[in-house]
């Protein structure tokens, strides 16, 4: 039985190249676009299981009579497990079939979901206690458990993404494909938006969470049949030489490379300064990135006097909207500065401190600003969300330990997650609004600092290179 399991996910075998040339550009043509619209589908749909709580977060409270701080308990819950696994779940990656691992979490993230919803039918606070608890303690670390298990297979989304990116675009495209797949989280988060407000105003919150659960098992069967694993296992060769690109030197030593997965491991990662740096600016996009898509809906129904309808309109003009942030990023960051991402992050980033501080000044009456103070906080977020933990950390390494880059840095991405759900609740119970606010501007603050630092870093790098 174990062996038939480590079967089914393990990463098939390269296949000896037979095809014509005509049959591999064929081959290659189609299995590119397909790679890339499923896995971009993929991504969209997890977040409908996993953003959904940000809209249900004003109806779960008053039904379920949990404060800030409880409801930033719930958030924190999924971004710890979801930090470690991203982690774990990459380095797994690396050796498991897309194929089978993806779909297998999503489907697995949907049964979560409905075990979530569930748990608050049969656990009523008030009604009952549990071994001389009482049930609404009882009902929360129930809610967080499953949330939590959520966060884990919400984490075997995207390793495997990134190593299909990998292996399937070349390094002349890789930043500009990376950065139009990347809007799959922005979607993702308007349509989990979406999709939530509107079935929490016609069936009530329990609605938000578990009709996107069968989506999202809908999703898994289809994924099954749509992905595939790397070009070798099927029998073609590497993408550069596909596309005939001459390869860099890294990349013919990664070829001929005989260490284990761990040596290369440890030097491109554990060893890596610039990975380190990357991580820990990481920290701080996550608090101010979900600090903004769980919190905003209910800052605006309490601080603003928007309606439920309203405020996750403006949320989803954050996420729509913020997608072109991505695209712009990796377009920039390739055509204008050749390839060096970080000058665009600190750009970034400081027109972020400038729409926050727009959108907590703009009146409460004007809507119209709102949505395009949200619109380019989403922007300005969206960019160095996918460039930092993302396309840098990956450049920043080897494509034999894409997806452990991918998930090194998401660990503490996810840290500064689980640090802005309770850190948010936290400071809203203890200073209001404006202290969330602060809270958010200080993070992206200090990414800046840290971006500053590598730029100097690299540069210095650089000029030592070039006098070799």
Known sequence: MANRFIEFFKEPPAREVTMSEDEIKKTYSHFRWRIFYSSFIAYVVFHICRKNIAVALPSMGEALHLSNTELGLLGSSLYVTYGIGKFVNGVLADKSNVRTFLPTALILSAICNLCFVLSSMFITPGHATFFGLPSAMVLLWVMCFFWGANGWFQSCGFPPVAKSLSYWFSNSERGTKWSLWSTSHQIGVFAAVMISGFVIDHFGWMAAFYIPAIICIITGIWLFDRLRDKPQSLGLPDVEKFREEPQIKCENAEEKDERSYFEIFKKHILCNPVIWMLAIAYIFVYIIRFGTEDWLVKYLVEVKGNSLTLAS???????????????????????????????????????????????????????????????????????????????????????????????????????????????????VDKFGWNGAIGFWMISTMICVVICTVLLVYENIRKRKAAKN
């Open 313 to 427: 309109s403006k949320l989803s003009s954050l996420a729509l909207v913020g997608a072109g942030g991505a695209i712009l990023a990796g377009i920039i960051s390739d055509k204008i500065y050749k390839g060096n991402r970080t000058p665009i992050n600190i750009i970034f980033l400081i027109c972020l401190i400038l729409s926050l501080l727009a959108f907590a000044a703009n009146p409460a009456e004007n809507n119209t600003l709102d949505f395009i103070y949200a619109a380019m906080i989403g922007v300005f977020t969206a960019g160095p969300q996918m460039l930092i933990g993302g396309l840098c950390a990956v450049e920043s390494s080897s494509k034999k330990v894409a997806s452990a880059s991918i998930g090194f840095t998401g660990v503490f991405g996810y840290v500064g997650a689980a640090l802005s759900s309770s850190g948010t609740g936290f400071v």
